[in-house]
């Protein structure tokens, strides 16, 4: 009987857990359920087609053509109206929809929304002239907003933003597009670069449209990934190799020259990949400037490579001590600089979470290491 009875409560347990869990399901959206905010929108949402937009995001759209349903209200001023409301979750950032003749970004336009800290939603139109925040200024661009019509609310941890356009057709390609993480743009409305974007087509004709997929991996990302791994990762791997495996010579020193030309030309690139980032983030100047007194401190690096002079040299020394702490101010610098990076792009936590663990890894070897090289030197005395 006691065991039947621990069943039960078990059995209900679970069942509470099950049900707790619902919210969960909540916050999701798709097709196949009914508008929740339907009675928030000012315009009648029936009749909407909708395919999700952007699978890798949770991108919901739905959109309607409405001239042949109120021709005659509009008759006299020969207005299309199209209704648009886009779903995604609340990231606590904006989330965008550009339309575009081509494909492309540059030159087209584009409607973005974000939930103030204060509790408000805003809207706005943007022209997209370029890939910096000042060459999208808002309030701009071909589209057309019906006055009044346009809103975005969030509700179950998802955003909805929803707009009319007045036009005989929209653009026949989409560009989505999500901000930073917890970042919404500024009084002044000038969006941050995004954190992800992709684009697809649509058939507006018969409503079908291809899945969104990311234009590659964003350059602002490259640029992060690279010079990480490459000034962030494996120089400071290349002066484990010099400091504490010399007895394993010439492996040692092939090893370290290896290691670390390839962070450094690895970091080169990451540099470059930056060069055509966005640059009015706050502590953007900063991250560069210090970006480019590591690039100094690695070419003076490769310099003093090609110039060491031989071990017998009465300057041997003097070399032995340049090379050391230019590197380790460099490593350093590197080290501070990726941490101050990934805060200035508003980068998720896993990447810096993942950074910090190789830290971690990386000193507790070094200090073991750096144990074992002492106790060798004192039974060497």
Not at 118 to 146: A, E, F, H, W
């Amino acid at each position: 009987m006691e065991r039947n009875n621990t069943a039960i409560c078990l059995a209900i347990f679970l069942l509470s857990l099950v049900d707790f869990s619902s919210p969960a399901n909540s916050q999701s959206d798709s097709c196949s359920s009914q508008l929740s905010v339907s009675h928030l929108i000012p315009f009648d949402t029936a009749s909407f087609q909708c395919f999700s937009a952007w699978n890798s995001e949770g991108f919901i759209l739905r959109n309607a053509d409405l001239t042949c349903r109120i021709a005659s209200q509009y008759a006299q001023s020969g207005q299309n109206l199209w209704n648009f409301v886009l779903s995604a979750p609340d990231a606590g950032s904006y989330i965008s929809i550009g339309f575009s003749s081509d494909g492309r970004m540059d030159g087209s336009s584009a409607v973005a929304g974000w939930i103030t800290s204060n509790g408000p939603g805003i809207v706005k139109r943007y022209y997209l002239g370029g890939k910096s925040s000042r060459q999208c200024p808002p309030d701009q661009g071909s589209l057309q907003l019906v006055s009044n019509n346009s809103l975005i609310v969030s509700q179950s941890s998802r955003l909805y933003l929803a707009f009319q356009l007045s036009t005989s057709q929209p653009a026949p390609y989409l560009i989505y597009a999500v901000g930073p993480s917890n970042s919404i743009p500024s009084s002044d409305y000038y969006l941050s670069t995004h954190q992800n974007q992709a684009s697809a087509s649509i058939n507006y004709a018969t409503g079908v449209a291809s899945d969104a997929g990311s234009r590659g991996f964003p350059a602002r990302r490259w640029h992060g990934l690279l010079t990480m791994l490459g000034w962030g990762v494996l120089m400071p791997v290349g002066v484990i190799m010099a400091r504490y495996f010399k007895h394993l010579d010439p492996l040692w020193f092939y090893s370290h020259i290896s290691i670390q030309g390839i962070g450094f030309v690895l970091g080169l690139v990451g540099i470059i990949a930056g060069f055509n980032l966005d640059d009015d983030l706050p502590n953007a100047d900063s991250h560069q400037a210090i970006g480019i007194c590591i690039l100094v401190c690695g070419s003076l690096q490769v310099m003093a490579f090609l110039i060491r002079p031989d071990k017998s040299s009465k300057i041997r020394r003097y070399w032995n001590w340049y090379h050391h702490y230019v590197g380790r101010a460099a490593i350093a610098l590197a080290v501070a600089n990726i941490f101050l990076g990934l805060s200035v792009a508003h980068e998720d936590g896993s990447w810096t979470v993942g950074y910090v663990i190789f830290l971690v890894v990386w000193v507790i070897a070094s200090l073991l290491l750096e144990v074992k090289r002492r106790m060798k030197k004192d039974d060497d005395l």
